[in-house]
């Protein structure tokens, strides 16, 4: 094995993280059908502005002068850090992978307690278990044929359509009530959506991970919204209420930059008011919101997560016409076993 040199990029440095940027794509979605990654102009301003509580770091590998791989690495205050490495691939099992995950553990040696890592493929599992790392979740990763699905919802009571119907929205009854919005919340509805994006993050599936609890008042989410639109994201957000309770909401997000594939982000139904058909009406709305995107106009693939033991929401993503393409499996360990 040759010697492998590491290096951090500066995050003024456009030039060296557009490159390291192209590398962890190549190295982290090879192999893998219409895989997302997010944009250069994304990540150029994800390291030039960093979030208050995050530090992003960037590490480059190199044999000599050629660039065979690197990691990402996100330390959050009071949150576990994440760590994305890759090796690419005609330079796997020869040990370089080993040597660019102990220069990350020395990094995060007393800045983080706990690390979490994503992946796709068996490899990438056995590598993080090699490092102490055990599998804490698995989601299945989905994807919508956006284009299909719009022209199918637009013909739907055309009688001479030739495009299979998309599934009606049920008749949830004079209670319910949809708003849906393109970027900012309605200031009169922000506090109503603050509160069910909390619920989230206690309601959502996690596995055996370690759940980090964010406070998300209105203003926090208002900071959230301008960071995502810095960044180049359209947020298209729907919300329901049943009389004046807000029970549930989703997000889909567009990126200006690569709009080809659309991101449907969390969906949420209050517990006590699942199994109405609100999860359904929630997404069938947003979806339809699409169509003003014009950044969307482009869009091939609408792409979600759901836990593999989530059987509702999985069902729901199908019968809309998801198909699962792969599957994620997140990973964590004590910074400290790792060794
Ligand atoms: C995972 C990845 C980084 C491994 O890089 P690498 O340089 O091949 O890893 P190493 O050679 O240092 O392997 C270290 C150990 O990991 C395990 N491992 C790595 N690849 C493996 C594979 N294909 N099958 C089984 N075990 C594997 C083995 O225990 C290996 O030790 P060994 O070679 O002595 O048996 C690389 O496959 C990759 O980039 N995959 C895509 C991205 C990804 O999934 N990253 C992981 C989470 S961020």
Redesign the pocket.
């Known amino acids: 094995m040759g010697d492998l040199s590491i290096r951090r990029i500066e995050p003024d440095d456009e030039a060296g993280l557009l490159a390291w940027r192209g590398l962890m794509r190549e ?2 979605t ?1 192999d893998r059908t219409a895989a997302w990654w997010q944009s250069p102009d994304t990540t150029l301003t994800q390291f030039a502005h960093p979030r208050a509580d995050k530090r992003d770091i960037a590490l480059l590998a190199s044999l000599g002068d050629e660039a065979i ?1 690197g990691a990402e690495v996100n330390i959050v205050t009071d949150a576990p850090a994440d ?5 690419l691939p005609d ?8 040597v660019i995950a102990r220069a990350v553990e020395e990094l995060l040696a007393g800045q983080a307690s706990i690390v979490q ?8 599992i ?3 278990e ?1 490092r102490g790392l055990v599998v804490g979740n698995q989601e299945d990763r989905l994807l919508l044929d956006l284009p299909g699905y719009l022209t199918a919802d637009a013909n739907r009571y055309k009688k001479d359509s030739t495009s299979p119907p998309s599934p009606a929205p049920p008749d949830l009854g004079p209670d319910m009530a949809i708003t849906s919005w393109i970027g900012g919340c309605p200031e009169e509805i922000v506090e109503d959506w603050a509160g069910l994006r909390e619920q989230m993050d206690e309601d959502v599936p996690l596995g055996d991970l370690t759940r980090h609890l964010k406070h998300a008042d209105a203003n926090a989410l208002r900071t959230h919204e301008e960071r995502m639109d810095e960044q180049g994201w359209i947020l298209v957000s729907s919300l329901a209420h049943v009389d004046d309770l807000p029970v549930g909401y989703t997000e889909i997000m567009v990126s200006r930059h690569e709009p080809d594939i659309v991101i449907q982000e969390d969906t949420l139904v209050d517990r006590g008011y699942r199994g109405r058909g609100i999860g359904r009406a929630l997404k069938v709305a947003n979806m339809r919101q699409v169509h003003s995107v014009p950044e969307a106009a482009s869009a091939r693939w609408i792409q979600t997560y759901t836990a593999a033991n989530n059987a509702p929401m999985l069902a729901l993503n199908r019968d809309l016409g998801f198909a699962t393409v792969d599957t994620m499996t997140a990973l964590e360990g004590k910074v400290d076993l790792a060794s």
């Open positions: 190295g982290c090879a791989g760590v994305e490495l890759t090796v330079h796997r099992r020869r040990g370089f992978g080993t890592t994503e992946t796709y493929s068996s490899a990438g056995a590598f993080a090699s």
